[in-house]
């Protein structure tokens, strides 16, 4: 049975609503979005990662609407937004409901995204400069760093930037937009994946792994490192799920 979600007390006055991901809206609408529907997408978005609206809640339009101060337009905006993000789906049935991931769904993205990763870091390994590198070296110290605190939304963030640095170098525009969509799809999963400790020290070694073959300008390696941490990664969460195992 799905959970009410009560969200009374978070309005929306003052709010940034690239705070929590400054380049996501762009690449969701295809043109800057209003600042309330922004907002609240934002927020929400954040609710739901943040494990604050529990998968299999269902969300009403009328109740979040009035529960923010704002219209329902904005609101039906960002339930849109989110199902294409696939954080949120709409059931003939149920109505709006908080995502639920299961195994087989989150094996099926990564199928897709893991071989377009590869070529994209592949290509990438020839073109990163020296900014680039640094800028990588940079966000790989930050990131370790926020793993320590356990603050999982920074880790999060910093992870992204991380693999963003690296398929921008790509020079491959077409490519890297797929990417940030298939991985926006995967947000509702990968949330799950910092709080899986005991992962995180062999992920921060395959990311070294990663930056270690761009600096060195070995683009095959650089590829098959990639490959390497996104199948760990599927393999830990969909069994963290309890429906992951291999056909």
């Known amino acids: 049975m ?3 979600v009560d969200l009374r007390g ?3 006055a003052n709010l940034d609503p690239y705070e929590s991901n ?3 809206a762009k690449v969701e609408l295809g043109v800057r979005p209003t600042t309330i529907t922004a907002a609240v997408t934002s927020r929400l978005r954040d609710e739901i990662l943040g494990g604050r609206l529990a998968p299999g809640s269902r969300l009403r339009q009328a109740h979040v609407a009035e529960t923010y101060g704002v219209s329902t337009t904005p609101v039906r905006e960002a339930f849109a ?3 294409r993000e696939g954080l949120i789906e709409s059931n003939a049935h149920r109505g709006v409901i908080v995502f639920e991931p299961s195994g087989i769904d989150l094996r099926e993205f990564y199928e897709i995204r893991i071989p377009l990763e590869a070529l ?4 990438a390994a020839a073109n990163l400069n020296d900014r680039d590198l640094e800028r ?3 966000q790989l110290a930050r990131l370790e760093a926020a793993n320590a605190k356990g603050d999982w939304k920074l880790s999060s963030e910093i992870n992204d930037e991380f693999h963003l640095t690296i398929y921008e170098a790509a020079r491959r525009p077409r490519l890297a937009r797929l990417i940030v969509e298939l991985r926006a799809s995967s947000r509702a999963y990968i949330a799950i994946f ?3 400790v005991d992962r995180l020290a062999a992920a921060e070694h395959e990311h070294d792994m990663i930056f270690e073959a761009c600096l060195a300008r070995k683009p095959k390696q650089a590829a098959q490192a990639m490959v390497t941490h996104l199948q760990h990664t599927v393999e830990v969460v969909a069994a963290s799920l309890g429906d992951g195992s291999s056909e």
Do not use: D, I, V
């Open 10 to 12: 978070k309005q929306f």
């Open 81 to 83: 937004a989110l199902e």
């Open 136 to 138: 990588m070296r940079a």
């Open 22 to 24: 400054p380049g996501m």
């Open 194 to 196: 910092p709080k899986l």
């Open 2 to 4: 799905c959970a009410n």
């Open 120 to 123: 994209a870091t592949e290509q």
